[in-house]
């Protein structure tokens, strides 16, 4: 049985967890403006692109309230909120 994390580093993003939100945290190059970044939710999944390129594509660790996440453009990041639609712990950010 594993630990349970509070979030962590993936190849293309680090990610960290509240009781009732995860959030996504993807480095982008400099200059990428709002129009170079697409984000989908769906109830238990999340595509991100930057760029053309696919960033994150998949089944997330949980289930969540799409029309409750948002994303913003940080210092050269693209910050994702997932409202958690239970408020429990997720094993990982994707499944």
Known sequence: RSALQTGGEEKDFKWSQSEEEVEVL???????????????????????????????????????VPDGCTWTLVDNALQITLEKAQSAPWNAVMA
């Open 26 to 64: 993807v480095p982008v190059p400099s200059g990428t403006t709002k129009s170079d970044v697409s984000v989908k939710f769906g109830m238990a999944a999340v595509t991100v692109t930057v760029a053309g390129r696919s960033i994150v594509d998949g089944s997330l660790g949980g289930k969540v």
